[in-house]
């Protein structure tokens, strides 16, 4: 059988993906082809591909439907392919955003004169076809991750419009979907946002996180308040701003009006960046490997630039390095730590090795030396990575779920108990599943995971994890110095902060009982308080009184026997009273954070037997069950958190 000339490695005619951009690997058999034309027949956009050592990636950009493609090399060698996309409308989308000074002059920062001369108008139009390219690339490059590893054709959204794209200079009249970005025109002035004292790269500024609290001010001023009404601590806002007015103020070599931060508010998810290397991101899709082959040197040639971290020295480094930045935040955003390699360290200095066949020399920190790879095709171990923690929590991200997921309606609960001879950490989320368990170096600040369990097809039932082999072995590390983190399917995560307390505070006895210890929900302000129920057939209960107001006071667990009552917390004069016709407490439901804002009991037939009281939206949801023996709390002028005791 003769060998196509012509063939696509990473995906079959006719595929489905529910990326809008994709990267194509190919690899073409005739050694005298040196090009590729990339044709979309539905939109007659054209892309020329370099192809080297017999290979090529292509970043296509796709519509709905059927999207036939040809392929045409420069010696004519023709292969038609075809990929369908569907847009999934009904993501969370990922706001993004390009905020801009009161008296703005709507420039951004560039080494090159003719491009500084240019109009406010111009460089805003730039700004905002950069930033779209800028999400196509993310979602691309994200898509190619998840689908290699195993995670389907998956990626993040962006927030879309239909509109006339300007991203093709053959065809600046194209209509489609593109991804919109709101413009923030903010309250704060050029002068403000430019204080020295709010730059982040600044070690004497007085409030390095001012960015940040100005982003989010803005996006909740957005379009007069409308837009943040639609979402709330239940449901936040996912968005990623750029600053348009950072400047490179050579003088003190610092970078003004920009902060790479990414986290958020219980209503706002936010990643942040200034604009001091959108110069280098391609305003054309036609332009993206004339950029990530450029190697011509940006710093001290023309107007001064910043070289981020040193290693931004050239066209393709700035390229690589301020956009891998950028969705590095976008990744803490979405939830992500960092990480021991990846995005999420700083391996995205060689993101465009993703989305290109060869590289060209760089001028960076160690770049030529360390890094350059020449005469032989990029293997994806050559690429920067999204970490195998980071891939597994997109897969279980409400922004990347796909039609084919199961979806979980009601909050799951995820349980961990320590075996009664103290030598396994038994975990268990019956409804959704266990997908990962990460364990964690307490001697780096970040809590790095330096070991970790991950579970494709989530687990429901119960993982047993030898501590000395499964936990301390795996992650090479001493017990005094680890923590673990749990994730579950739909389910908020647990974290145990100090495995060789929690081990330590595992059990305790009460009354010549012993009792062991669920973790502790919300935090530990005061000495805990511990109460049993009472023995035998003595904990039915009649009456619950819940002492709350903004978050939970206290508790009044009172018995149809007439046993003395479990009293948790603070009597307050606000309360709610629910009585009860003789039942058992099988489980809780409460909300927590820095306190415990809410909480809810049902019985062992999991029908509730009071309403959820307190701040109904606040913190987060976790679920407290199994053969519950008392409840433990911390206190102080309300309750701070709070426990199951077995």
Request: hydrophobic letters at 35%; glycine letters at 8%; aromatic letters at 10%.
């Amino acid at each position: 059988m003769t060998k196509e000339n012509i063939e696509i490695l990473n995906y079959l005619s006719n595929d489905l993906t529910y990326s809008p951009c994709i990267i194509i690997h190919g690899k073409v058999n005739n050694p005298n082809d040196k090009e590729i034309i990339v044709t979309n027949v539905n939109t007659a956009v054209t892309n020329v591909f370099e192809i080297n050592y017999g290979f090529f990636k292509a970043t296509i950009e796709l519509v709905p439907g059927s999207n036939p493609l040809i392929f045409t090399t420069n010696s004519n060698h023709i292969l038609n392919f075809a990929i369908n996309f569907t847009p999934l409308t009904s993501n969370k989308p990922i706001h993004l955003c390009l905020l801009v000074a009161k008296d703005s002059p709507l420039k951004y920062d560039t080494n090159d004169i003719k491009e500084a001369n240019l109009s406010g108008e111009t460089h805003l139009n730039l700004a905002i076809q950069k930033l779209q390219i800028a999400g196509r690339l993310a979602q691309a490059y994200t898509n190619e991750q998840m689908y290699r590893n195993g995670y389907s054709q998956r990626t993040m959204q962006f927030v879309e419009e239909f509109s006339t794209s300007k991203l093709y200079r053959q065809d600046p009249n194209l209509s489609k979907s593109n991804i919109k970005i709101h413009i923030l025109r903010s309250s704060y002035t050029t002068k403000e946002i430019l204080n020295p004292d709010i730059a982040q790269q600044n070690p004497n500024g007085k409030n390095r996180g001012k960015l940040f609290e100005i982003a989010i001010e803005e996006i909740n001023k957005y379009d007069n308040g409308r837009l943040i009404k639609n979402y709330s601590s239940a449901n936040p806002i996912q968005a990623a701003v750029i600053f348009m007015d950072t400047k490179y103020d050579s003088k003190n070599n610092m970078i003004l009006g920009h902060a790479a931060l990414g986290g958020g508010n219980d209503i706002v998810k936010l990643a942040i960046f200034g604009s001091h290397g959108l110069y280098c991101w391609p305003s054309y899709f036609e332009d993206l490997s004339a950029i990530m082959l450029n190697n011509n040197r940006v710093v001290d040639n023309g107007l001064p630039v910043s070289n981020d971290n040193g290693e931004a020295g050239t066209v393709f480094e700035t390229f690589s390095t301020t956009l891998g930045a950028f969705i590095h935040e976008i990744g803490h955003s979405l939830t992500l730590p960092h990480r021991t390699y990846g995005v999420m360290l700083r391996d995205y200095i060689v993101l465009h090795r993703s989305f290109m066949s060869r590289e060209v020399s760089g001028r960076g920190n160690n770049y030529t030396n360390n890094k350059f790879i020449s005469n032989r095709p990029f293997v994806p171990n050559d690429e920067c990575p999204w970490h195998p923690l980071d891939l597994v929590r997109f897969r279980n991200h409400e922004c990347f779920k796909t039609p084919s997921d199961v979806q979980l309606l009601n909050k799951c609960s995820t349980t961990c108990h320590l075996s009664r001879d103290r030598k396994y950490l038994q975990i268990q989320n019956k409804t959704g599943g266990i997908y990962a368990i990460e364990i964690q170096d307490l001697k780096t600040g970040d809590r790095l995971s330096k070991g970790w369990h991950i579970y494709q097809e989530p687990i429901r039932g119960l993982i047993s994890l030898d501590i000395e082999r499964d936990i301390l072995k795996h992650a090479n590390l001493d017990i005094q110095n680890t923590g673990i983190e749990i994730y579950g399917v739909n389910s908020s995560t647990i974290t145990i902060d100090n495995l060789k307390t929690y081990i330590e505070d595992a059990f305790i006895t009460i009354q010549g009982v012993q009792v062991s210890k669920s973790l502790l929900y919300g935090r530990k302000t005061n000495d805990i308080v511990c109460c049993l129920f009472p023995e035998n057939n003595n904990t039915k209960i009649n009456k619950i009184i819940i002492y709350h107001g903004g978050a939970i006071d206290g508790i009044g667990i009172f018995f149809t026997s007439g046993k003395p009552p479990v009293l948790l917390g603070n009597q307050t004069k606000d309360f709610t009273t629910f009585i009860i016709q003789d039942q058992e407490i099988g489980k809780l439901k409460i909300r927590t954070g820095q306190w415990v804002d809410a909480v809810q009991f049902f019985n062992k037939n999991n029908s509730p037997i009071t309403k959820m009281v307190g701040n109904t939206t606040g913190g987060s949801e976790h679920v407290i069950e199994g053969d519950i023996r008392g409840l433990y709390s911390s206190s102080s002028k309300w309750m701070d958190g709070i426990g199951a005791l077995y």
